[in-house]
Nanobody
């Protein structure tokens, strides 16, 4: 059974940094692209970032380019989202997911339970 467990969320101030982690189990982690998505209250879930199985290729939503980075450690079955210069509009529940293509957000599935990120102004 595939499990994706996100952690690292919390309450931060605008301009701060935060690192989210997603620990995966029940799958051959290194075979999959991994991604981060978020859902703000009253809004649909949206793509944030993705990384290829090797970690060489990454993809970001325009809204986070230059502020967020994504990385992975295949030895630890973990993917990370480093969030820098956060803004109040980054407030959302953040989910990780596995996918078949780092360039195609629609290819992602097997969502975790999410971790709340709240950015105060």
């Amino acid at each position: 059974q595939v499990q994706l467990v996100e952690s690292g969320g919390g309450l931060v101030q605008a301009g701060d940094s935060l690192r989210l982690s997603c620990a995966a189990s029940g799958l051959t982690f290194s075979l999959y692209a991994m991604g981060w998505f978020r859902q703000a209250p009253g809004k649909e879930r949206e793509f944030v970032a993705a990384i290829s199985w090797s970690g060489v290729n990454t993809n970001f939503a325009d809204s986070v380019k230059g502020r967020f980075t994504i990385s992975r450690d295949n030895a630890k079955n973990t993917v990370y989202l480093q969030m820098n210069s956060v803004k109040p509009e980054d407030t959302a529940v953040y989910y990780c997911a596995r996918g078949s293509s780092w360039i195609d957000p629609s290819s992602f599935y097997s969502w975790g339970q999410g971790t709340q990120v709240t950015v105060s102004s």
